[in-house]
């Protein structure tokens, strides 16, 4: 069974650039997450989807961030303009329901 | 304070030695998951529990639901087993997950 896709794995842009995230999750996943780690701090959610519906954007700075789900498959994550401070991993996760979560590889984002 | 606390924050130890890593936390759960993160960053769940214990090779992960507390064991510890381990709960009656800031282990040979 393939696991979550990410792409790109690493990424360096300068501050007030726009970038964008990819994700794919395993087949037939219903529930797709997007969190964002900062270096020494766990995992923080910024969007989870259901299907192609938002179930949780309570965390996702929406001045700046945004993410789309189209078709209830693969899911974009976009941040514009960034920040020095987002400069972070963006980790994407699926699960079948609401049970274990199967992460992706991430993506390293440094803003400079 | 984090509803979500990990010990040691940093751990280091020699080749062949016995771990323990462990997670309190202050909310009620329905599940507990220890996951395991490599410098690339990439996260490898190792174990989902709602109670009791559980055991896969070398990893052994116990949970006492009444005392809010898991524990995570390394048995024969080894260089690969150097990592960040992650304690996440899932709160009761929803679908969000909390997670710990982790614990980094250094295995040296």
């Known amino acids: 069974e393939a696991g979550v896709a990410q792409s790109p794995r690493y990424k360096i842009i300068e501050k007030r650039q726009s970038v964008a995230f990819w994700c794919n999750p395993i087949?037939?996943?219903?529930?797709l997450y997007w969190y964002q780690q900062i270096l020494g701090q766990g995992p923080k959610l910024l969007i989870q989807?259901?299907?192609?519906?938002?179930?949780?954007d309570s965390q996702l700075p929406k001045d700046r961030f945004s993410a789309e789900r189209l078709k209830g498959v693969d899911s974009t994550l976009k941040i514009q303009p960034a920040k020095l401070e987002d400069s972070a991993v963006y980790l994407c996760?699926?699960?079948?329901?609401?049970?274990?979560?199967?992460f992706g590889p991430g993506t390293r984002l440094t803003v400079l | 304070k984090n509803e979500v606390e990990q010990s040691p924050q940093n751990l280091t130890a020699q080749e062949g030695e016995f771990i323990t890593i462990n997670c309190s936390y202050s909310?009620?759960?329905?599940?507990l998951h220890w996951l395991q993160q490599h410098p690339g960053g990439g996260i490898v769940s190792l174990f989902m529990?709602?109670?009791g214990k559980k055991k896969h090779g070398r990893l052994i992960a116990t949970i006492n639901i009444q005392e809010k507390h898991s524990s995570l064991h390394i048995t024969a510890s080894h260089p690969r087993d150097s990592a960040v381990y992650i304690c996440?709960?899932?709160?009761?009656?929803?679908?969000?997950?909390?997670f710990g800031t982790g614990t980094r282990l250094k295995v040296l040979a």
């Open positions: 909310v009620g759960i329905s599940a």
């Open positions: 087949s037939g996943h219903a529930t």
């Open positions: 529990l709602s109670s």
């Open positions: 989807f259901q299907n192609n519906g938002v179930v949780d």
């Open positions: 996760a699926s699960s079948p329901g609401y049970v274990e979560q199967f």
């Open positions: 996440a709960v899932r709160r009761s009656g929803t679908y969000k997950y909390i």
